[in-house]
């Protein structure tokens, strides 16, 4: 009897614990430019353990991990509250402790998001508390009728299958509202994030006619293409949810140790937008053969521009973005001032920047890795000193400085066992800003030698590289080596990707035959 209604209790409490982030989930998903209250605490513990999961970081802003934590979050509150209620005896003042302490955690991190809505924060997280202790004491109310939070003397078998019935009719109208309305909040929700923002200002004619690529290697099957297209570019950033950002509300402060400080609106920026440079950006977390990079054609304003018009003033040796939802990332403003392209990018492959990728806003600085460079959802470019502050990533274990790596990679073959006769290797190599002058392949350790190189008049994007091979039946090992445009060779040494980047040859297996 006793371990029956121990179980009740903890059913009750799940149930009731179900239906309050239901409850509350449903309701602050309303303002799809908020996060929701289970959102904001994924976010917290984001900021909370990047540093600890290092690598493992990677995976968890990975967009399969983000619903992971989402889902692991539910799941964590409703296995708390199972066993808080567990308890026969205790069941409600364990439940209501727990329901308490979940509600002021979760206002807490729910308020201290850059993007919350306040009052509909508190208004969900109340009504959440409120439906679920009343769920939850009208749920043992039946478990236990006679005295309510006591174990009953005796149970007459009716009764007990009566309240049985009830119980189960109760608990299951509850789950069943609390799937019905969360689903069709987030549906709603996902339509509005995932619809892109209405173009509200055509680009500007580039002030630059940017010679066309040449000579791409793209007609090489399984190459990876010059142009990465928007929809294939990889993502990685801290957003559990992607910053909507209403362009007719956004502006973008330039400010700090600068002389005018600037307030730029989206039709200032898109008006200025005149600059148009293909770069190719890279994430720090990209392992050596890695997916993490890509190539865009950026259209933009000059950031030496709108600093120049800001006037940046003596001893202001860090340029650091802030972006909508809190994330930074510093850089020494030398980078932004040396030649290099460095945009306020606007658009991407010819469309105003899609959502994932920082609409309305994002700097885009060649051969600095992203973490410490490519602010997207930006609002504000501060100018301050080098030692004042510190971007995200950096008390979380990674470099301040980090320019991207001299890296090269094998993309054909694409399968591990082919037929014998003459087959293309082929690739990318990149050192944005550098370039790259040479790539070298060696197939089973023998002499390194020079590949064909497509278009490689751009410093700032990665190079398409081929060497025709003659396979012959047996199994080889292919290596890749780039040097760049300073003569410099890229690092054999393998090294993981925290503090500064990957290093090493990616190699490749293929068996013939
Ligand atoms: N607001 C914001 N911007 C950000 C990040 C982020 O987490 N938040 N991540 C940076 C990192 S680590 C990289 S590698 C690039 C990736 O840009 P992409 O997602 O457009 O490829 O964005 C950078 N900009
Ligand atoms: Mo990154």
Redesign the pocket.
């Known amino acids: 009897m006793a371990s029956k209604h121990r179980s009740q209790h903890g059913i009750a409490g799940a149930i009731a614990a179900c239906t309050a982030l239901g409850v509350a989930e449903s309701l602050s998903a309303i303002d799809s430019t908020s996060p929701t209250i289970v959102e904001a605490a994924g976010l917290t513990f984001i900021d909370r353990f990047a540093a600890t999961l290092k690598d493992v970081a990677v995976a968890v ?1 990975g967009t399969h991990h983000k619903s992971a934590l989402i889902i692991g979050t539910w799941l964590v509150i409703i296995g708390l509250a199972t066993a808080a209620s567990s308890s026969p005896k205790r069941s409600r003042r364990n439940f209501t402790l727990l329901v308490a302490v979940i509600g002021v955690v979760g206002l807490a991190a729910f308020l201290t998001r850059p993007l919350s809505n306040a009052p509909l924060g508190v208004i969900a997280i109340t009504a959440g508390l409120v439906t679920g202790l009343v769920l939850h004491r009208h749920l043992l109310r039946i478990t236990t009728p006679a005295t309510s939070d006591k174990e009953p003397s005796f149970e007459r078998p009716g009764e007990a299958l009566g309240n049985r019935r009830q119980f189960m009719l109760v608990a299951g109208s509850a789950i069943a509202g609390t799937a019905g309305a969360t689903a069709l909040a987030t549906t709603v929700r996902r339509r509005s994030l995932n619809s892109e923002p209405a173009v509200t200002a055509p680009l500007p004619t580039p002030s630059t006619s940017t010679p066309p690529i040449e000579n791409t290697l793209d007609g090489i099957d399984g190459i990876t293409p010059f142009i990465t297209p928007n929809s294939d ?7 559990l949810v992607i ?1 909507k950002v209403d362009p007719s509300t956004w502006s973008l402060t330039i400010d700090g140790m600068v002389d005018r400080p600037q307030t730029l609106t989206y039709q200032d920026l898109i008006e200025a937008s005149t600059e148009v440079e293909t770069v190719t ?5 990209n392992e050596v053969g890695g997916n ?1 990079v ?1 190539n865009a054609t950026w259209q933009g304003v000059r950031l030496a521009d709108v600093l120049d018009r800001a006037g940046i003033q003596q001893g202001a040796s860090q340029i650091v ?1 802030h ?3 809190g ?1 930074t ?1 510093g850089m020494p403003t030398a980078t932004a001032l040396d030649g290099r392209v460095a945009l306020i990018a606007t658009a991407m492959n010819g469309t105003p920047l899609p959502q ?3 609409f309305p806003a ?1 700097l885009i600085v060649s051969g600095l ?3 410490v ?6 609002s504000r470019i501060e100018l301050t000193t080098w030692e004042a502050t510190d971007g ?2 950096i008390p979380r274990g990674w470099s301040k400085e980090a320019p991207v790596k001299l890296t090269s990679r094998i993309d054909v073959p694409q399968r591990s066992s082919i037929s014998a006769g003459v087959t293309p290797i082929a690739g990318i190599a990149l050192s944005p800003s550098i370039g790259i002058s040479r790539v070298e392949v060696s197939i089973n350790d023998g002499p390194w030698q020079s590949a064909e190189l497509g278009d490689h008049s751009n410093d700032n994007t990665w190079v398409q590289w081929h060497l025709p091979w003659h396979a012959t039946n047996g199994d080889h090992i292919i290596r890749v080596r780039a040097i760049d445009n300073d003569g410099n060779a890229q690092d054999e040494t393998p090294r993981s990707v925290a503090p500064d980047g990957a290093t090493g040859y990616h190699r490749r297996r293929v068996t013939v035959g």
């Open positions: 802003f570019f990889y993502r990685i950033d801290t957003a910053p950006i890279a994430c720090v977390s993490l890509g973005g972006s909508v939802d994330f990332a994932r990728h920082g994002r890795f992203g973490y460079s490519a602010t997207k959802w930006l995200y990533w």
